[in-house]
C-alpha cells in the first residue's frame, strides 16, 4: 500500500498544518505566531498544498520523481534543475530497460 501523504511530511511541515488548524485557518494569525509577514505563510502554505498534490499524485509511479517534484514544490530546487534531474533519470531507466531487452532470450 502506498504511503500516506500525511506520513510523508516533515516535522516541520506537520507542525505548520497543526498551527493552521489550530488557528482555524487564519493566516493572519499564524503570520503573528511564527512572527512573518502574511504574503510568507501564504507562500508557505501554498508550497505545502503543492507538495501534498505531489504526493496524492496516481500519475507519479517512481519514487525519485515523486521526491524531485516535492522538492520543487518547497521551492528547494528550479524548474531548470528539475527537468534536467527528470531526463537524466528517463534516460537511465530506458538505458536500463533496453539493456533487459537485449539480454533476455
Known amino acids: 500500500m502506498a504511503e500516506s501523504w500525511l506520513t510523508r511530511l516533515s516535522d516541520e511541515d506537520a507542525s505548520f498544518i497543526k498551527r493552521f488548524v489550530l488557528a482555524s485557518g487564519s493566516l493572519k494569525e499564524l503570520a503573528k505566531a511564527y512572527g512573518i509577514s502574511y504574503p510568507t505563510v501564504r507562500l508557505r502554505l501554498d508550497r505545502l498544498i503543492e507538495k501534498i498534490k505531489v504526493f496524492e499524485s496516481q500519475e507519479i509511479v517512481s519514487e525519485f520523481e515523486r521526491t524531485l517534484r516535492a522538492r520543487f514544490a518547497e ?31
Do not use: N
Not at 524548474?79 to 533476455?104: C, F, I, N, P, Y
Open 75 to 105: 521551492g528547494k530546487i528550479d524548474m531548470d534543475t528539475l527537468k534536467v534531474l527528470l531526463a537524466a533519470h528517463e534516460r537511465e531507466v530506458q538505458g536500463k530497460t533496453d539493456h533487459a531487452r537485449r539480454q533476455s532470450p
